[in-house]
């Protein structure tokens, strides 16, 4: 099976970290898809938050304790500069971003934004030189966290709102605002599937027109799911079970 060499790595908080992965053999793939992964014979997958022009692989990854199930997430919690691991040379995954929609909503938890991260830096990178001709593309994304340490990608995406402010709205929540690690904070507050429905009302984007993206923890895309679908919303949903 193919390997690829961990060449770099960040770590936010105790159980958030970031790999950038350099492949031995050639990957391809579309921005939303996941590459499979694997330390000892345990693999798992995990979105990409690098997009396809980059050279190399970058993985949004949080540690989840073996006593809740943790399994492959501890032992990449540990890895170094210069290990290696296994990869799935095939990348999989339909949560890519839907062409035939204008107006598109992301919402996530936590790790759940790296497919958008991907979409983004690739929607960007290809219409470098004529992006006044999509600004009828809208991105709305939504991350929402704990604590305000857990979004990662926030500088980025805020930075991306600000350059591209008809294109891009990046809207971070956090749900333990009286949290010490949250001191400070005067962004939005509250579960993100709680606040979606005010922030659809505020922007409008038509419901013929729109895909609302879901990825992260399942009981935000179930209830989330439960809100839109009734009233019409077209819903994308990708699932994160990765541990």
């Not at 050639?26 to 921005?31: S, T, V, Y």
Request: aromatic share 10%.
């Amino acid at each position: 099976m193919p390997r690829a060499a961990i060449v770099r790595r960040k770590d936010f908080t105790d159980d958030l970290f970031v790999l950038w992965l350099q492949p031995e053999v050639a990957f391809r793939f579309e921005p939303g898809q996941y590459i499979t992964i694997g330390v000892g014979g345990v693999e798992r997958p995990y979105s990409i938050a690098s997009a396809p022009y980059e050279p190399l692989l970058e993985l949004f990854i949080e540690r989840v304790p073996p006593e809740q199930g943790g399994t492959l997430t501890p032992v990449l919690h540990v890895q170094r500069i210069g290990d290696l691991v296994t990869m799935r040379p095939t990348a999989k995954g339909r949560f890519t971003l839907r062409p035939n929609v204008t107006h598109h909503v992301m919402v996530s938890t936590v790790t759940g934004v790296a497919p958008y991260v991907s979409m983004l830096r690739q929607f960007l990178h290809d219409h470098a030189t004529d992006i006044d001709r999509h600004q009828g593309h809208r991105f709305f994304v939504m991350q929402g966290a704990s604590h305000r340490d857990e979004f990662v990608y926030d500088g980025e995406l805020r930075r991306l709102s600000e350059e591209h402010r008809r294109l891009i709205q990046y809207v971070p929540s956090v749900s333990r605002p009286s949290a010490a690690r949250n001191a400070g904070w005067d962004g939005p507050v509250g579960r993100i599937n709680l606040i979606l429905d005010e922030y659809l009302t505020r922007w409008s984007p038509p419901t013929d027109d729109t895909v609302i993206y879901l990825c992260g923890n399942p009981g935000m895309i179930d209830d989330a799911k439960a809100r839109l679908l009734p009233h019409g919303w077209t819903v994308a949903e990708e699932q994160y079970w990765r541990r």
